[in-house]
């Protein structure tokens, strides 16, 4: 199963594009995202099914990677849904709730940009491989180093971050199948019962990151990795490919310039 953050090897164009194309494009796609309404989100949820073609995603698979945040995505529908004013959708108002057609609007609208920048940074993950990410990341964060901060750091700190949440989250269902084999509940019983019973994932999850992470320092030592000035093995050049990925970018920009202060209505 592939999740958030983890790549997937193909040799397509867009695997091929530079890394500072995707990242940047993946920070104006999220901008617009915010920004934009219903037309806008349309037509993002669009491309992103057609980048996935191209890139050969199975959609599937894109989903998959909202299931970590389902949950955070519910509670911004709900808390839109129950708490924001105007008109009640009958039968309500039930007891103390009132459900509003405002709510219900700007509700899935706050759920369907987020599962967009969802989206967006899975697909970023899923045809960028690390290294690349870090080189990427690294010419982003260059500013940075005029007031002393190592962007060369900071970027392998992201990647990392990214990269560890698909293996926590395999952990954790490994742990999980590995305590129901043994009669674990966690689905049944009382709120305490169950907040107690997490106790035997939660405690060994975090042993096995710290493990995890006490390891990949000793790697990264091991290798020589040090804050000094660094260079890299691939050079990044932009390309034939890169230029009309960012002219593709840059319309479609325009287009939502165009279209926020009312040109195109």
């Not at 199948?177 to 907040?195: E, N």
Request: with cysteine; hydrophobic share 55%; charged share 15%.
């Amino acid at each position: 199963m592939v999740r958030l953050g983890q790549y997937i090897p193909e040799d397509t164009a867009l695997h091929g594009l530079d890394p500072r194309v995707k990242i940047g494009t993946t920070m104006i796609l999220s901008l617009i995202i915010l920004r934009g309404f219903s037309l806008t989100c349309t037509g993002i949820s669009i491309m992103i099914f057609l980048l996935a073609f191209f890139a050969r995603v199975p959609l599937g698979r894109l989903i998959q990677s909202l299931k970590p945040v389902f949950l955070i995505i519910l509670i911004l529908f709900l808390a839109h849904l129950f708490f924001s004013e105007g008109t009640p959708i009958p039968p309500f108002p039930v007891w103390k709730l009132t459900a509003t057609y405002e709510g219900l609007f700007h509700g899935g609208m706050i759920a369907w940009q987020f599962a967009l920048l969802v989206c967006v940074a899975s697909l970023l993950t899923m045809i960028t491989t690390t290294s690349e990410l870090i080189c990427g990341l690294e010419w982003f964060l260059k500013p940075l180093g005029w007031i002393g901060l190592p962007a060369h750091d900071i970027a392998l700190m992201v990647s990392l971050a990214l990269r560890f949440v698909p293996v926590l989250i395999d952990e954790f269902d490994c742990i999980k199948s590995a305590q129901v084999s043994r009669g674990a509940v966690f689905h049944q019983g009382s709120p305490v019962r169950r907040i107690k019973a997490l106790a035997s994932l939660i405690i060994p999850l975090v042993l096995g990151t710290l493990r995890r992470a006490d390891d990949l320092a000793t790697a990264i030592q091991a290798r020589g990795y040090s804050r000094a000035q660094r260079t890299s093995l691939v050079e990044l050049q932009l390309s034939l490919a890169d230029g009309i990925a960012l002219l593709m970018i840059w319309a479609i920009v325009l287009f939502h310039l165009f279209h926020e202060f009312g040109f195109l209505l």
